[in-house]
C-alpha cells in the first residue's frame, strides 16, 4: 500500500513537471525558471519522506537538506539577485544533521558538521563591509560554541542499556578553549576600541588557563561520581 502511494505521488510529481515543461516549449508561460528547483524540492520531499517514515532512516535527512537547500538557493538568488542565496544551503544543511542528531542520539557527531553548517551560513549572509577579520571571528568563535555544545548534551554510547545513563563528553572542552581563544583574538583585532597586544595577549592566556581549570575540575568531579556509583557494593 505504501508502495503504491509513493508511486502516485511521484506520478502526479513527473506529470506537473512534464507539464510545466511542455508550456515553456509552447511559449505559453516561462516556466523554465522553476522547473528546476521543483525537482530539487521534490527530491527533498522524498528523502524527507523517508525520514520521517521509519526511525532507522535517520541518514535521509542529509540528502533531503542538500536538495531543499539547492532548491532554496535557486529561488533566492532569482528572487534577490544572489544575495543570500548560497546561505540558505548551509541553513538547510545544519538543520538536515541537527535532525539526525533528534532522531537517533548516538549520533553526537552530527552536531559538528551542523554548528560549521550553520556558522557557514552566518558568514555567507554577512555585509561586505563586515569581511575580513569579523568573518574570522564569527568562524572561530561559531565553531567553539559547536563543540561547547556538544560538551552540554548527553550522549548514549552505541548498544546502550538501562544501567548505563548517557554521560556528557569532556573532550569537545579542548577544542572549544582553543576556538575562542582563536576567536577573541580576530574579535579584538576586529573592534573600533584597540586593545594593546601587551594586554591582549596575557589577558588571553589567564582567559584559556581558567578555562584549563574548569575542564579539570569538572572532570575530577565527574570521576568521583562515577567512582561513586560504581564502588565496591556490599556482599
Known sequence: MK???????????????????LLDRLGVMDSAAIV????????GVLFLSLFVRRRENWWAAIPGSVFLGLAAVITATQLTGGAWGAAFLFLFMGAGFAAVFVRERTNWW?????GV????AVIVALPQELQGMPTAAVLFL?????????SLVPVHSAGHVADHPA????WPLIPAAVLTVMGLIFALQATVV???????FPAIMIAAGITLMVYAYIAH???RQKTHRTGPRAG
Open 221 to 223: 568531579r565527574d570521576g
Open 194 to 200: 584597540f586593545i594593546s597586544l601587551d594586554f591582549a
Open 142 to 150: 561559531g565553531l567553539a560554541a559547536t563543540f561547547g555544545l556538544l
Open 167 to 170: 554521560e556528557r563528553m569532556k
Open 36 to 43: 528546476a528547483p521543483l525537482i530539487f524540492a521534490a527530491i
Open 117 to 120: 553548517m550553520l556558522t557557514l
Open 110 to 114: 552530527a552536531l559538528i558538521p551542523s
Open 3 to 21: 508502495s503504491a502511494n509513493a508511486s502516485i505521488i511521484a506520478g502526479i510529481v513527473l506529470i506537473g513537471l512534464g507539464a510545466l515543461l
